[in-house]
């Protein structure tokens, strides 16, 4: 009787072990699979200036529900959302505005920034309002910071965003060529679009090599926009408007189409971040 009082025990206590592990395989898996906290970082266009749809607690920021940051939160479900990207945003603003974001919990991280500092819109406005040469001695200035300025102030954001949060995935969001080259366009010639391209792909490539040495990722979206630059026919990106402030930025489809996939294919919830030099 004794031996059977027994073996009924045993038998309970192994069921509610394999019940618990049961419990906890099903909540670490249901861990596993949930969506790390993110943090949207930068300028204009991770806020998504001139998409429409700007949060009016947002202010001067313009943040819009149609920036790729609102838009893949709002497909993934993230255990927390930090919406923190602001139009007008220099490497500066970054680091005594945004940080604050992001915390040790942090998971995934995005960011567009280097595009005010080097002087985008004085650069494009100055293009769009005079001839050829002041056009390109315009850009030329706005080249040699590229080269020999813009690479430490990227560093400086770069190893703040590792230092805050360690165990990010970063994904680093490059900026579209403007224009189609070749044929005609209203206000500009095709010496000025095509300068305004060079420049573009020159922050590209310093941005993507800042990235990739902090161990970040880098995401071109020059692969989705292309045939949708500026006098393409079938722009992503905004012309001339008023407001003025959203001149040359992406529209809704640029954000949706443009920069969401690029995004979505770079971000790797959960993902160990590449190796990072010490």
């Not at 590209?204 to 292309?226: C, I, L, P, W, Y």
Request: hydrophobic letters at 40%; charged letters at 15%.
């Amino acid at each position: 009787m004794k031996l059977i009082r027994l073996a009924g025990a045993l038998s309970a206590l192994a069921l509610t072990v394999t019940l618990a592990a049961g419990g906890a395989t099903t909540a670490q898996a249901a861990e596993g699979t949930s969506t790390p906290a993110y943090a949207a970082l930068g300028d204009s266009y991770s806020a998504g200036l001139g998409a429409g749809g700007y949060d009016s607690a947002s202010g001067d920021c313009k943040r819009s529900t149609r920036a790729y940051p609102a838009l893949w939160a709002a497909a993934h479900a993230p255990a927390r959302f930090s919406f923190a990207a602001c139009s007008g945003a220099r490497t500066g603003d970054v680091l005594d505005e945004q940080l604050s974001s992001l915390s040790t919990a942090t998971g995934l991280v995005s960011i567009s920034i280097g595009g005010n500092d080097a002087g985008f819109a004085d650069t494009m406005s100055t293009c769009v309002f005079n001839g050829d040469g002041p056009c390109l001695d315009r850009i030329n200035k706005a080249r040699s910071f590229i080269q020999n300025e813009l690479p430490a102030k990227l560093d400086n954001v770069y190893s703040a965003i590792s230092s805050r949060a360690p165990r990010a995935q970063v994904v680093v969001l490059g900026y579209p060529r403007f224009y189609r080259t070749g044929g005609t366009c209203v206000g500009l010639s095709d010496t000025k679009r095509k300068a305004i391209n060079a420049a573009a792909d020159l922050i590209n490539a310093v941005t993507a090599k800042r990235a990739a040495d902090h161990g970040f990722r880098f995401g071109d979206v020059n692969t989705t926009f292309a045939g949708h630059e500026l006098c393409s026919g079938s722009a992503w990106l905004n012309s001339v408007t008023l407001p003025v402030d959203e001149s040359y930025h992406p529209t809704a489809s640029g954000q949706s189409r443009g920069y969401l996939p690029v995004f979505s294919s770079a971000a790797v919830p959960g993902a160990h971040p590449a190796h990072r030099p010490h």
